[in-house]
């Protein structure tokens, strides 16, 4: 039997163990990816943490939602992908999908696309969960325009900086609001930056666009995030979060006739429903990608599957400055 490395979590809140375990084969549809590098996000420790229920993920598991790695084997009906091709995706670890914290993972075909060439296997591991939540809010929801002005709650962060770049890409123009930390790199991806710390939404809804409001507003952040983007949108604007969760007034936005839309990426992969399009989306990502207009921002400490752990500790304690990503292969 051909057996691999994985990092298998038994508990909740532990560190991950590494075993060797069986390599799965693939079935019809899918492939299987040897695994070259796996992206880490909030989302990951928050599930390593038992503590995102709408993302459960039934132990023993193998977590990584974000891959990148080289298709070694194509299974039955599978047509688009064959072995040696660079591929990428946003492919388990959540749902009982096996994850890419192992040396190979099966995969739906169908939620894969091919790496962008230029890109190395960490940055494109880098981009998946975050190219699609950005997407899905700017693109789908909103449909974003050339002239739009557009704010991004939490811009310099992992799912922002994507938007703010997507948005750039359309011709809109991107309001970030982040710490002042980050402003000169929300400027070299072409957002204006706004410091929360000294400026209040009030003032920067004067400021930009002389009270009116934004016609779109990103939220990343929820919470107040998603208070602060119903209140900067203009009338008939359109506010989105991806993480829309808790109670929120509606009345700001009732009064102007503006919309909001949820984002919940995770559909396709916990239901099955909507896997092809993850994969045209990832398309667009290397579309944008190869023309120079989407980057992804890593931190550059590196991270291998033996400390793992201490890339979810990074992210837990707040000390990630960019996109963690683990060494797999």
């Given amino acids: 039997m051909a057996t ?9 809140e532990a560190p991950f163990r590494l075993a060797e375990i069986a390599r799965p084969s693939p079935s019809n549809g899918e492939v299987l990816v040897r695994v070259v590098a796996s992206g880490v996000n909030p989302l990951d420790t928050k599930i390593r943490a038992g503590k995102a229920d709408h993302a459960r993920h039934p132990l023993p598991a193998i977590l990584g939602i974000d891959m990148a790695g080289i298709v070694e084997e194509a299974g039955p009906g599978v047509t688009g ?11 388990g670890g959540v749902g009982g999908v096996p994850g890419s914290l192992a040396e190979f993972q099966v995969a739906d075909a169908r939620l894969l696309a091919p790496k962008p060439p230029h890109m190395t296997m960490r940055e494109a591991a880098a981009l998946p969960l975050a ?9 789908d929801r909103i449909g974003v325009k050339s002239g739009q002005k557009v704010l991004v709650l939490g811009g310099g962060g ?21 710490g002042a930390g980050k402003a000169d790199y929300l400027r070299s991806i072409g957002a204006t930056p706004i410091d929360y710390a000294a400026e ?3 003032d920067y809804i004067a400021r930009y666009t002389d009270g009116k409001g934004f016609d779109a507003a990103y939220d990343t952040l929820g919470g107040t995030g998603l208070d602060t983007a119903f209140k900067a949108v203009a009338r008939f604007g359109h506010a989105v979060s991806a993480l829309g969760w808790g109670s929120h007034a509606l009345a700001p936005l009732s009064f102007k006739a503006a919309t909001y839309s949820g984002i919940f990426t995770l559909i396709p ?4 429903e909507g896997r092809d399009h993850h994969g045209d989306i990832l398309r667009e990502a290397t579309r944008l990608a190869q023309a120079g207009k989407l980057v992804p921002r890593l931190d550059p400490r590196t991270f291998t599957m033996d400390t793992a752990t201490d890339a979810h500790r ?16």
């Fill in 200 to 202: 209040t939404p009030d």
């Fill in 314 to 329: 990074l992210i837990e304690d707040g000390g990630a400055s960019g996109k963690l990503v683990i060494d797999i292969g």
């Fill in 4 to 12: 691999m490395k994985a990092l298998v979590l038994e508990t909740y």
């Fill in 131 to 139: 190219f699609i939540t950005a997407w899905e809010g700017l693109f």
């Fill in 269 to 272: 992969l916990v239901t099955g």
């Fill in 158 to 178: 992992g799912v922002g900086h994507v938007a703010v770049q997507i948005a750039k890409a359309f011709g809109a123009d991107v309001y970030a609001v982040d």
């Fill in 81 to 91: 992908f064959s072995r040696g091709d660079e591929v990428y995706g946003m492919t």
